[in-house]
């Protein structure tokens, strides 16, 4: 029976723990722009930490911080993470900023403080109730581009801005940007036809 009661207290306590926490998180609406507290954000780390199996957290990185895998790592991150991340990890970009909580600044020690197996697990299956999805494929090559990302990863802290530069002629864009950048290209090469003005387009004294 004393065994029954201390089980009933502790789901009691339990309960009024959730309906606290659910009772908090209502009262902050459904807004993305608020930034967490110290306490929320210390928690959903503690959370995430504990959360990611210790196995998983113990894993050593097989791809060594080489010149070419740093180099497929800033690629993949160009094309895939800047735009949330930014080319120099800041997470000051408008997407991540609009995010809840906001992309945070992976040249921090709250990133950089992570194993190797860590980031690897966080970039393979993603971070529930975030703007992080899971990036693994489920492949030998897609687990080979997640650790090659580890690596760079690591490297962010020390960007030079020469490499950050190389980066935005490796980051997404629009046809539009697309073809701006050809037309300046053409341009300055001198075969890029600049047509005459037209009869009586003539600027005026």
Not at 64 to 91: K, R, V
Not at 179 to 196: I, K, N, Y
Request: charge should be negative; proline fraction near 7%.
């Amino acid at each position: 029976m004393r065994i029954l009661r201390v089980v009933w207290h502790l789901m009691a306590l339990v309960g009024v723990a959730a309906v606290a926490g659910a009772a908090w998180f209502a009262s902050q609406g459904v807004s993305a722009k608020a930034t967490p507290g110290v306490v929320e954000t210390r928690v959903s780390r503690a959370a995430r930490h504990w959360l990611v199996p210790a196995a998983a957290r113990a894993r050593v990185s097989p791809e060594g911080g080489t010149p070419a895998t740093l180099e497929e790592g800033m690629a993949h991150w160009a094309d895939h993470c800047a735009s949330c991340h930014g080319n120099d990890g800041s997470g000051l970009t408008a997407v991540g900023q609009g995010l809840y909580p906001k992309a945070p600044d992976m040249r921090m020690a709250a990133t950089q403080d992570l194993s190797d197996g860590e980031l690897f697990y966080l970039i393979e299956h993603g971070v529930k109730i975030t703007g992080m999805p899971a990036w693994g494929t489920g492949t030998p090559e897609g687990e080979q581009a997640s650790w090659h990302l580890v690596q760079f990863i690591r490297r962010l802290p020390s960007l030079t801005e020469d490499e950050i530069t190389e980066m935005e002629d490796l980051n997404p864009r629009g046809r539009s940007e697309w073809q701006a950048l050809e037309d300046e290209r053409r341009f300055l090469s001198g075969t890029l036809d600049v047509p005459e003005p037209m009869p009586g387009h003539l600027h005026r004294p």
